[in-house]
């Protein structure tokens, strides 16, 4: 059964002028190093593209710029999740008319009590039924505080223009039960680069993570190994990309992983407020797991 969108993706990030509004060349520049890379494609305004930061009309830049680059071989997945089912249609809809090749919605989250599984159905099915592209669910517990549970999962799976899910959370049960319980065809993609190992052995199709932004090639060559049956080899890499994958993610977030991009002369730079920049000390911290891996070395070499 083949699965639409299974592969390896990195959330870009946005970066900002020194004005503060979207750096439209700076977003063409890491595009293009990207387009260079083994990755599938690409996902813009994910959670590390600063995208609940994001007005609507820098969205819409956002989103322009990257598809002028990204050609139509290579799937673009945009993020278009809203508090409400109506503004999540409306952007779904944009993206489309802008090029993206699926969306991603992550959950609402405000009313938390309200957020049951018979409401996210409710949601989804209405989001995908109006989407003019196929809608990817996304669940991100980390920064909702809610969870989409694989019995809503396994409703909306059904839907004919629902395509897959992006989980960005490291329970295993949890993704076990989505790819068990999810109709055949349903791509289901890993967000968390710490657990990329288990959950390539589990069987996901894919992943969407930040450090694929920064070690491409380490990740494609970890989920391959782990498809290829080469299960030694995917886990002393998983070990060796596991100080970076902590650092990016759940210890300083986009602001590490920006301050990380700018390291490998890529273009990350400073967030947008409230969130802030790392201080130097970690700038250091990250320095030396980058250099551990040999990245630094790579990137210096091809940016001369």
Same mark, same amino acid.
């Given at each position: 059964?083949?699965?639409?969108?299974?592969?390896?993706?990195?959330?870009?990030?946005?970066?900002?002028?020194?004005? #503060?509004?979207?750096?439209?060349?700076?977003?063409?520049?890491?595009?293009?190093?990207?387009?260079?890379?083994?990755?599938?494609?690409?996902?813009?305004?994910?959670?590390? #593209?600063?995208?609940?930061?994001?007005?609507?009309?820098?969205?819409?830049?956002?989103?322009?710029?990257?598809?002028? =680059?990204?050609?139509?071989?290579?799937?673009?997945?945009? %993020?278009?999740?809203?508090?409400?089912? =109506?503004?999540?249609?409306?952007?779904?809809? =944009?993206?489309?008319?802008?090029?993206?090749?699926?969306?991603?919605?992550?959950?609402?989250? @405000? $009313?938390?009590?309200?957020?049951?599984?018979?409401? @996210?159905?409710?949601? $989804?099915?209405?989001?995908?039924?109006?989407?003019?592209?196929?809608?990817?669910?996304?669940?991100?517990?980390?920064?909702?505080?809610?969870?989409?549970?694989?019995?809503?999962?396994?409703?909306?799976?059904?839907?004919?223009?629902?395509? %897959?899910?992006?989980?960005?959370?490291?329970?295993? *049960?949890?993704?076990?039960?989505?790819?068990?319980?999810?109709?055949? #065809?349903?791509?289901?993609?890993?967000?968390?680069?710490?657990?990329?190992?288990?959950?390539?052995?589990?069987?996901?199709?894919?992943?969407?993570? &930040?450090?694929?932004?920064?070690?491409?090639?380490?990740?494609?060559?970890? @989920?391959?190994?782990?498809?290829? %049956?080469?299960?030694?080899?995917?886990?002393?890499?998983? =070990?060796? *990309?596991?100080?970076?994958?902590?650092?990016?993610?759940?210890?300083?977030?986009?602001?590490?992983?920006?301050?990380?991009?700018?390291?490998?002369?890529?273009?990350?730079?400073?967030?947008? &407020?409230?969130?802030?920049?790392?201080?130097?000390?970690?700038?250091?911290?990250?320095?030396?797991?980058?250099?551990?891996? %040999?990245?630094?070395?790579?990137?210096?070499? &091809?940016?001369?």
């Amino acid at each position: 059964m083949s699965h639409q969108f299974a592969g390896i993706y990195t959330p870009i990030v946005t970066p900002f002028s020194a004005d #503060g509004a979207v750096d439209q060349r700076a977003i063409v520049s890491n595009v293009d190093r990207y387009l260079a890379s083994p990755l599938t494609g690409l996902v813009v305004l994910g959670s590390n #593209g600063e995208a609940a930061q994001l007005e609507d009309d820098e969205s819409d830049v956002v989103i322009g710029t990257v598809r002028a =680059r990204v050609p139509n071989g290579r799937p673009m997945l945009v %993020g278009t999740g809203r508090e409400s089912t =109506r503004a999540t249609i409306a952007a779904s809809k =944009r993206a489309a008319a802008l090029g993206a090749d699926a969306v991603m919605a992550r959950t609402p989250s @405000f $009313y938390k009590p309200q957020m049951t599984s018979e409401n @996210f159905v409710r949601h $989804y099915t209405e989001v995908a039924d109006a989407s003019p592209v196929p809608v990817l669910l996304y669940n991100v517990t980390m920064y909702t505080g809610v969870n989409l549970l694989p019995d809503a999962v396994e409703k909306l799976s059904e839907h004919p223009n629902i395509a %897959g899910l992006k989980d960005s959370g490291n329970d295993m *049960l949890q993704i076990g039960d989505y790819l068990a319980r999810s109709q055949p #065809g349903f791509t289901v993609l890993a967000g968390a680069a710490p657990t990329l190992f288990t959950a390539a052995a589990l069987g996901v199709h894919g992943a969407v993570l &930040a450090l694929a932004g920064l070690a491409p090639d380490l990740c494609v060559q970890l @989920f391959e190994h782990v498809k290829a %049956g080469r299960v030694d080899e995917a886990r002393a890499l998983q =070990r060796r *990309l596991m100080p970076i994958a902590r650092s990016i993610g759940p210890i300083y977030g986009v602001p590490g992983l920006k301050a990380a991009l700018d390291l490998l002369g890529l273009h990350g730079g400073v967030p947008r &407020a409230p969130l802030r920049a790392v201080a130097p000390a970690v700038v250091d911290t990250l320095r030396g797991q980058l250099t551990a891996l %040999g990245l630094l070395e790579r990137s210096h070499a &091809a940016a001369n």
